[in-house]
Nanobody, 121 residues
């Protein structure tokens, strides 16, 4: 069984920074594609950043130059570094990992529980 646990959300002032973490545990053979989504109140969930295995990262235009997606394979953890935060970044953020399980080598998508980010003065 695979479990994702997110952390790092909170209240921050405009211009501040946060780093979200998504730790995967369980029978993991490999983490392939990594994604971060967010959902603001009353809005649809949107893809913020993603990175396919062996490829470069992609970002929604509104966060380019401010957010960075990364991973630590040794820790099976994915990060979203968010700098120069704006009130419009306020949302619940979700990690989404496409990974391969062990030992059956079955590939599937997994979601974190979500972590709330509030940007306000």
């Amino acid at each position: 069984q695979v479990q994702l646990v997110e952390s790092g959300g909170g209240l921050v002032q405009p211009g501040g920074s946060l780093r979200l973490s998504c730790a995967a545990s369980g029978s993991i053979f490999s983490i392939n594609d990594i994604c971060w989504y967010r959902q603001a109140p009353g809005k649809r969930r949107e893809l913020v950043a993603n990175r396919r295995s062996g490829s470069t990262a992609n970002y929604v235009d509104s966060v380019k130059g401010r957010f960075t997606i990364s991973r630590d394979n040794n820790k099976n953890t994915v990060y979203l570094q968010m700098n120069n935060l704006k009130p419009e970044d306020t949302a619940v953020y979700y990690c989404n990992l496409h990974l391969t399980r062990y030992p059956d080598l079955f590939e599937d998508d997994y979601w974190g529980q979500g972590t709330k980010v509030t940007v306000s003065s």
